[in-house]
């Protein structure tokens, strides 16, 4: 009886190692890359879809947050994801036009005559191709994000063109970014996310384009005190995937992330992060930070000294710019009565 009921015990306890193990099998981690700051907007949303998922999925798929560029600079984080040695994470879109560079289009400045022209355009007409071109790098595209209006912080105000030239911009490497600052006259400097506080502080960058989102949650307020107000453009966001991961989760699964989709659509992320862009717009001046809003003649003063920057950087891209430049100039007719 004795060695009949340690016998039993022992196989009651491997079974029900072997059921935990089972169950640690089934269970899909997905390490998720953002340069956000926990406290930010964009964080509170990155923790909204993982808490839908593990419930949806009855945490058979577990998506594990890093803010704050802990698992690396965006750019290095997109090529993790493309290589497969990263599941997943939210960038911008600037930063995604690395692996596709075409995608910088979609940021052209003063290139939409509204938000909700810009809207229509990215969700009716734009993210067909870009997610058959992010497909080509071993990326799965599964949502658009937003990053939010781009305004111009700094020591001082920045309200047109010449106001810029000579000065030290610190941007998100890629062509059209370069290309732009250096119409301007001014010199745009590469700069990771997490390393711009510290670039602003020790002089090497005079300013750093950024919604009012990433502006006060960062502390970059306190540092660079006057905030010009435009928009430039109106930055989009890109979640990503690793394709080859995407495509060995289950259908139910795939279908969670669906879900997640129609009860936050696109629209409710833009929202959201509008709403920030007025609310802490409001609260710097509250707190005795210096707002300047730009005139309707003063951004007239950079769209002319644009000039045809626009076709020539879609020209600049080769055919796969020109060809989804036109997708954009098709979509923008389309969705000139947006609302």
């Not at 193990?21 to 926990?38: I, N």
């Not at 750019?75 to 560079?101: C, H, K, W, Y």
């Not at 969700?123 to 990326?139: C, F, I, M, T, Y």
């Not at 384009?209 to 006057?226: C, D, E, H």
Request: charged share 20%.
């Amino acid at each position: 009886m004795r060695i009949s009921a340690i016998c039993s015990a022992v196989l009651a306890t491997l079974g029900f190692a072997l059921l935990h193990v089972e169950a640690q099998a089934q269970t899909v981690e997905l390490k998720f890359a953002s340069s956000a700051p926990p406290t930010s907007p964009w964080a509170k949303q990155i923790d909204r879809t993982a808490a839908f998922i593990d419930a949806e999925t009855k945490s058979a798929v577990k998506i594990t947050p890093f803010y704050n560029s802990q698992l690396g600079s965006e750019n290095d984080a997109i090529a993790q994801i493309s290589r497969g040695r990263l599941e997943m994470g939210s960038f911008t879109a600037a930063a995604v036009a690395l692996q596709v560079p075409e995608i910088s289009l979609i940021q052209l400045p003063f290139y939409f005559s509204s938000g909700a022209q810009r809207d229509c355009v990215l969700d009716n007409h734009a993210q067909k191709p870009v997610s058959e071109a992010l497909a080509k790098k071993g990326l799965r595209f599964m949502r658009w994000g937003e990053v939010g209006a781009i305004h111009l912080p700094g020591k001082k105000a920045y309200v047109t063109p010449a106001d810029v030239r000579g000065i030290k911009v610190g941007v998100v490497t890629n062509k059209m970014n370069n290309e732009f600052w250096k119409t301007m006259g001014a010199n745009p400097v590469p700069t990771a996310v997490a390393e711009v506080s510290s670039s602003m502080q020790t002089g090497l960058i005079d300013t750093y384009p950024t919604p009012f989102a990433f502006y006060v949650p960062s502390g970059l307020n306190k540092i660079a005190p006057t905030m010009t107000k435009f928009p430039l453009w109106d930055a989009a966001g890109v979640v990503l995937m690793n394709l080859s991961v995407y495509d060995k989760l289950s259908a139910e699964a795939k279908a969670a992330f669906e879900r997640e989709n129609e009860k936050y659509p696109n629209s409710l992320y833009r929202a959201e992060i509008r709403g920030v862009d007025g609310a802490l717009t409001n609260a710097t001046k509250a707190a005795g930070g210096t707002v300047v809003d730009t005139t309707a003649e003063q951004r007239a003063e950079w769209q002319k000294a644009l000039g045809n920057f626009w076709i020539s950087m879609a020209k600049d891209l080769g055919p796969d710019g020109e060809k989804f430049f036109a997708v954009l100039e098709t979509g923008k007719k389309a969705c000139e009565n947006a609302k």
